[in-house]
């Protein structure tokens, strides 16, 4: 129905993740309205964040071009402490627990053998340099509670544990705020399995 | 907790109609990963859109610049008909019916009094105009069927019914495939009210 300009940019909407037909156009028509400065600026930072992020050559989290990310820059940060996540974006969700004040290690996926995932596609070499270099004293692995997550950190703790470090694993459990009767029963298992000492 | 250009881009992204924080964060990482080249196609096309794209100077439709829109520069089309609606979208919808071979003419919009929309804000002049110039005989109202829409079907029949042409209204009744028990009764009552003769 659309042509030209407006069909061209409703397609490349459309390949985004989370974006129907509907929203591409929806969007599209958004786009049509603003002022030009407006839609150039969103090109722009488009067009810039390309350009100019990389990788962070410590930890791998997402980092301004030629620089350490903003935690590894930040040397009020514990250096011997390292929480190994799966991706960027969960870095963030631990951020904003305010309750680690270590590092990160960005693994950059999870073992997945059908999808072809070994660890020669995460980033354990590069983890493994890191020990040593770096001194670290504990790692705590934070890969998801899910399949891939949970084979990631059985794997990384019989590697990383022969070399005289602690190795940790994020609690699972009831969420806060849950309700036992909605619990399925493999959580409530390893809230059961990881139950805590009272202290009174 | 993002910065630089990736903080940019998912604000930029986070401004776009039905694009909460979470997609904002979603799509700016699926940008991250995707070939720079797919990358500058999508900040291409948005910037295009705004520099190609024009409305029509016939009917207001969306139109690559200083072209009418693809309706009105069909000639197979029928003249003497035209469609009126607020939005340009609401032409894909009305050209997805394939039941309609005229012209259309877009308002930008519906009268509405307390957010200062009257008839200078809207193309009712334009339309005017029109039904001369192009010799119109038959105005369909299609505009929508709430408040502002009916209220401006209103207004643009008598304006237009003292200049002897036909002004017709699209029905409001039942949905096809819908339900005489889950109708609201403002439909129901519209439906009554639009009754046919059924010929046996």
Known sequence: MYTGSLRALIDE????PGIGP???QRIAFYILKIPSEDARRLADSIVA?????????QCFNVAESGNLCDVCADDRRDAHVVCVVEDPRDIVAVERTQQFR????VLHGALNPLEGIGPDQLRVRELLGRIDAEEITETILCTNPNLEGEATAMYLARLLTPLGIAVTRIASGLPV???LEYADE???????????????
Do not use: F, N, Q, W
């Open 13 to 16: 909407l459309g390949r985004l």
């Open 22 to 24: 509907k929203s591409a």
């Open 49 to 57: 964040v390309k350009d100019r992020t990389t990788l962070c050559e």
């Open 102 to 105: 270590g590092r990160y290690h």
């Open 177 to 179: 705020g849950g309700d």
């Open 186 to 200: 493999l959580t409530l298992g390893r809230a059961i399995e990881g139950r805590r000492a009272v202290v009174p």
